[in-house]
């Protein structure tokens, strides 16, 4: 099957041109003005940007948060994604108590014949006695790239010292591994005299994870990157401070640091509401919003991700007023990712249309490692393609389609993906999944019983 997408301005990586792009079976075969090639079926892209499928960096569905089960499965997470451009989902499997394969084959059933795009697993591990090190050696030679630390939530038991994250840099690092750490200082946080606080206010957040204890561990865990060349990736970064210390020190593409749509276009105030304990995230929304929003408008941050981590209602609402710290953290956004996206750049559509190219497919594909499969409009890579209009009728954002809190109430979205490709399929046709009983996902990565561990 051919298929041929016409007329539309063609965002290739850095720059943008009037370009047809030619689709064989499940890849891009060309991509420049084609003239009278042949074809199948002829998509009319006139008037809208032709972009390569999205990316959504870092989300998590399908899986319990503390005593909280998330609202999104892999269906409910992966079909918002598909329907707004989103081909590629990166989510996380969490180590706990077994063997991190166990962890992952999981992960596997929930999502395998479920998923309506592809999706892609960081890995969180919890242990590190020899056998799991050597298990995670294995993963990283089999194409595993990304390993998630935190330097908080010790009662969660995820919790990794510095100590234990130079030690991963050191042993890891050299094998390729892509380290994507939560930087937020657990001293710092102990630090906090939360009696001192009024925790049934759910703004008082602000002040039990404060700006330095992200800005503290990002320097610290910076310092540990270049002293071990390791390649660290700061997730979810809040505070323009922290940003800058990242911009700084970016070198050779080994530092890099993805925000979130929350931190730019949401502020403390919403947790100072009546209802503001429906906008708790970690880390917290913050004052210096505009600050940091101007940064990335200048091309700051690496990757602009989700961070989606969505509750029902009830969970959300289960909160007695008392200590907001027994409440479930996150927000959703999948759905909201590119149109949120867009706003950072919206007086300038073509600088807009760059951004989506570059901060929610390039570098997260290049971060994933799946940069030869994803994330640009080249020949040879999956024929991952969104058509996008800019300017089709205006609605309101709809982060996630399961029942949950809207995390950007009132905020009005014109981009219509008229067509969503995947690996070649078009799956999406105005904004509609053509097929919703038959999800066509694959994971990105092999099965771990395909390996072999000694
Ligand atoms: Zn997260």
Do not use: A, K, Q, Y
């Given at each position: 099957m051919r298929t041929l997408i016409r007329n539309g301005r063609a965002v290739i990586k850095d720059r943008i041109e009037d370009a047809d792009v030619l689709v064989e079976g499940a890849t891009i075969a060309a991509v420049g003005q084609l003239g009278a090639v042949t074809a199948d079926r002829v998509i009319d892209a006139a008037g809208c940007y032709v972009l390569p499928g999205l990316i959504d960096f870092h989300t998590h569905v399908d899986d319990q948060i503390g005593r909280f089960y998330l609202a999104d499965s892999y269906e409910s997470g992966t079909r918002a994604a598909l329907l707004n451009g989103i081909t590629t989902l990166c989510t996380f499997v969490t180590q706990g108590q077994g063997s991190l394969l166990e962890a992952m084959a999981a992960a596997r059933a929930k999502a395998e014949g479920r998923s309506h795009c592809d999706v892609l697993w960081h890995l969180t591990p919890t242990r590190f006695e020899p056998e799991e090190l050597r298990a995670l050696e294995t993963l990283l030679a089999a194409g595993y790239r990304t390993l998630k630390l935190y330097t908080t939530y010790k009662a969660a038991g995820i919790f990794a010292s510095y100590g234990r994250i130079e030690d991963l840099f050191r042993r890891l690092g050299p094998l390729g591994a892509q380290f994507m750490v939560h930087c937020e200082d657990d001293a710092v946080i102990a630090g906090v005299n939360a009696g001192a606080l009024d925790l049934a206010q759910a703004h008082s957040h602000t002040r039990l994870r404060p700006e330095q204890a992200e800005t503290v561990a990002i320097q610290r865990v910076v310092d540990l990157a270049l002293t071990y060349r390791a390649a660290l990736h700061v997730v979810h970064v809040s505070t323009a401070e922290g940003a800058r210390i990242l911009a700084r020190n970016r070198s050779q593409g080994r530092i890099s640091f993805e925000t979130c749509p929350q931190y730019l276009f949401l502020d403390d105030q919403w947790l100072a509401?009546?209802?503001?304990?429906?906008?708790?995230?970690?880390p917290p929304l913050r004052s210096c919003r505009a600050e940091l929003l101007e940064l990335v408008r200048n091309g700051a941050a690496d990757i602009i991700a989700t961070d989606h981590c969505a509750f029902r209602p009830e969970d959300k609402d289960s909160?007695?007023?008392?200590?907001?710290?027994s409440y479930p953290n996150g927000l959703p956004g999948i759905g909201a990712l590119p149109h949120v996206t867009w706003k950072i750049w919206e007086d300038d559509p073509d600088r807009a249309a760059l951004g989506l190219s570059t901060q929610l497919a390039l570098n997260p594909a290049f971060r994933a490692g799946v940069q030869d499969r994803k994330g640009a409009l080249a020949p040879g890579l999956d024929a991952d393609i969104a058509v996008l209009d800019p300017a089709g009728p205006e609605r309101p954002l709809r982060s996630?389609?399961?029942?949950a809190f809207e995390a950007f109430p009132g905020f009005t979205s014109k981009l219509l993906f008229r067509h969503v490709l995947l690996r070649g399929d078009p799956l999406v046709e105005n904004g509609r999944l053509?097929?919703?009983?038959?999800p066509q996902g694959l994971p990105l990565q092999p099965s771990p019983e395909t390996l072999s561990f000694h």
């Open positions: 509401r009546e209802d503001g304990h429906r906008w708790l995230c970690s909160w007695d007023g008392r200590d907001l710290r996630t389609l399961v029942p053509l097929e919703p009983d038959r």
